[in-house]
């Protein structure tokens, strides 16, 4: 495991590590936030070469195998979606709004992300990204084209919702554009049926791509 630690610790933050990787895009997201926030968290590299992720150790801190896995003292979260949550409200932060209809408008785009549109661009995520990579076949036309409608669906209500609005949620920048970035920012690699540039969603894009949290 490779460990850093960038921004100054303050005592509640002392014993927060994020376990990460970096081809892991539900890791990414909340990588991003960290960094966003300039919050003190330790991160730690699992090493998927030599399957650590499976280890006894590391499945006793996330049952599923996966990451990211937030470790807070004696506090464990796995899913990314909570964890930016998490972190988001322990730092006091607008990115995870405390009023209870601006926290619901986030957390429906997050619900969203996370179903909706996160089903049908993981198939292109499958097919064109992890398939090739694995060695393990040719990327199934069929299943591409079949997912095709849901995508074109997805990507025109973000164009529509994005006209009248910078951020997904209402509130302003929050945990639900992350969520989605940390798929958007990848269509070249996944080939998602992202709409041409110029339109709404490409200007969400940029905003949220722009920001210097994904490169730190
Ligand atoms: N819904 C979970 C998904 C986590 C997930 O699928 N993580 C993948 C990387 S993107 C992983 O750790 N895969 C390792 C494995 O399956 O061995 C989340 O949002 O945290």
Known sequence: MARSVIYQHSREWLAVKLYHH????????VVALVHHLQLPVELVSVDFGTGEQRSPEFLAKNPNGKVPVLVDGDF?????TAIMAY???KAGSTLAPTDARARADVDRWVAWVNTRFGSAASVCLF???IK????????????LAKVRPELDACFSLLEKHLESQDYLASSGLSIADFAAYS?????????LPVP?????????????????????
């Open 22 to 29: 970096t081809a892991s895009h539900n890791a990414r997201r």
């Open 76 to 80: 464990i979260l796995w899913e990314s």
């Open 87 to 89: 972190l988001a409200s």
């Open 127 to 129: 097919e064109n990204v």
């Open 132 to 143: 090739p990579f694995f060695g393990i076949g040719a990327p199934d036309d069929a299943a």
């Open 183 to 191: 798929i958007i920012g990848s269509r070249e690699a996944w080939k």
């Open 196 to 216: 041409a540039a110029g339109g709404s969603l490409a200007r969400w894009a940029e905003r949220i791509g722009s920001l210097p949290a994904w490169n730190a």
